[in-house]
């Protein structure tokens, strides 16, 4: 069974510039979260869904942060303008519904933003 | 609000020597607590978890972690490491009912020498 997939596994884009990842859940996983995971640190979580609604996204910053799951599946996230210190490595990561079931992480975005 | 700390950042070892990797939380209501490991380039991949039951929980990779209410720890053990141990190791805990909004420490990078 295919695990959580997310694309690209690199980006380097100058800053000001906008850039977006892409994460393909588990199949029949409703619960979806995007963290991001700054060099030498643990993950942060920045939204959370449950099917196509955003139940948690209190540590989004939405001024330049924008998120969509379109019919629940597959989700984006994007940034724009980015700015040098939005390099981090995003992390995708899902669950069956509800947040009482584990969470299974993809291979994340490592963005670099010069 | 909800913290963790693991009080090393890096650990070194030689292999088939045993290992304690250490982890306090704070948090004001019962908790859920994981250990997840993380190999360069890769996401995270749950070793053990604590929802309740037993304070000793068994994980994958011959790991096991012992929860300890009055110290607020949850300390990783290895009696026999590897060199694929090697990698970064993070400690993380959520509210009770919440396996996926994760709150992560800093990590402890495990370095098994031959």
């Known amino acids: 069974e295919a695990g959580v997939v997310q694309s690209p596994r690199y980006k380097i884009i100058e800053k000001k510039q906008p850039v977006a990842f892409w994460c393909n859940p588990i199949s029949g996983h409703n619960t979806l979260y995007w963290y991001r995971q700054n060099l030498g640190q643990g993950p942060e979580l920045l939204i959370r869904y449950e099917n196509e609604e955003a139940v948690d996204d209190s540590q989004l910053p939405k001024d330049r942060f924008s998120a969509e799951r379109l019919k629940g599946v597959d989700s984006t996230l994007k940034i724009q303008p980015a700015e040098l210190g939005d390099s981090a490595v995003y992390l995708c990561?899902?669950?069956?519904?509800?947040?009482?079931?584990?969470?299974?992480f993809g291979q994340g975005t490592r963005l670099t933003v010069v | 609000a909800q913290s963790v700390t693991q009080l090393d950042s890096q650990v070194p070892v030689f292999e088939e020597a045993p290992v304690e990797l250490r982890c306090n939380y704070s948090s004001s209501v019962s908790v859920y607590l994981f250990w997840y490991v993380q190999y360069p380039n890769q996401g995270l991949q749950l070793l053990l978890k604590y929802l309740s039951g037993s304070t000793l929980v068994k994980g994958i990779n011959g790991f096991e972690a012992e929860f300890n209410k009055s110290q607020t720890s949850f300390h990783l053990r290895k009696p026999s490491v590897h060199i694929s141990d090697t990698a970064e190791y993070f400690c993380?805990?959520?509210?009770?009912?919440?396996?996926?909004?994760?709150?992560f420490g800093k990590g402890t990078k495990l370095s098994v020498k031959p």
């Open positions: 993380a805990v959520s509210e009770g009912g919440s396996q996926g909004n994760l709150i």
């Open positions: 990561a899902s669950s069956l519904e509800g947040s009482d079931t584990e969470a299974f």
